[in-house]
C-alpha cells in the first residue's frame, strides 16, 4: 500500500505561482513512477504531469508545457508541481497518483494510488 498526502493548494491570482507537494509513505517511493492530475467541476479528470521512477523523464498535457514543473525528492518520497503563470483555467482539485511502473503514463486508470487531493483556485 501507498498513501499518498497533498499539501500546498491555495486561492490565487491570475499570472501567480503555486507549488503544491505530495509526500508518499508505505512502499519504496523510488520504485513508484508519479504523476499529477486535476479535475475541474463537472469535468472529467484530467493528466498534468507525470515523472519517472529516477526523475529523468517527465511529461506534460499541453496546456500547461512550458508553465507547470514537475520534480521528485527520492530522498524525501515527495513529488511537486511547480506551476507559473497561473490561469483560470488551471483552477481545479490537484491531485498525486503513483504507478507501480517506472514510467508514468496519461491515462488515470493506469495508477495505482491516489492521494486525497488539494484545491487550486485561480482567479482572474
Known amino acids: 500500500q501507498v498513501q499518498l498526502v497533498e499539501s500546498g493548494g491555495g486561492l490565487m491570482q491570475a499570472g501567480d505561482s503555486l507549488g503544491v507537494s505530495c509526500a508518499a509513505s508505505?512502499?519504496?517511493?523510488?520504485?513508484?513512477?508519479m504523476g499529477w492530475f486535476r479535475q475541474a467541476p463537472g469535468k472529467e479528470r484530467e493528466f498534468v504531469a507525470g515523472?519517472?521512477?529516477?526523475?529523468?523523464?517527465?511529461s506534460y498535457t499541453a496546456s500547461v508545457q512550458g508553465r507547470f514543473t514537475i520534480a521528485r525528492d527520492n530522498t524525501k518520497n515527495t513529488v511537486y508541481l511547480q506551476m507559473n503563470s497561473l490561469k483560470p483555467e488551471d483552477t481545479a482539485v490537484y491531485y498525486c497518483a503513483a504507478d507501480v511502473r517506472r514510467i508514468p503514463t496519461m491515462t488515470p486508470g493506469d495508477y495505482d494510488y491516489w492521494g486525497q487531493g488539494t484545491q487550486v483556485t485561480v482567479s482572474s
Open positions: 508505505g512502499r519504496t517511493f523510488s520504485s513508484l513512477a
Open positions: 515523472i519517472s521512477v529516477s526523475g529523468r523523464t517527465t
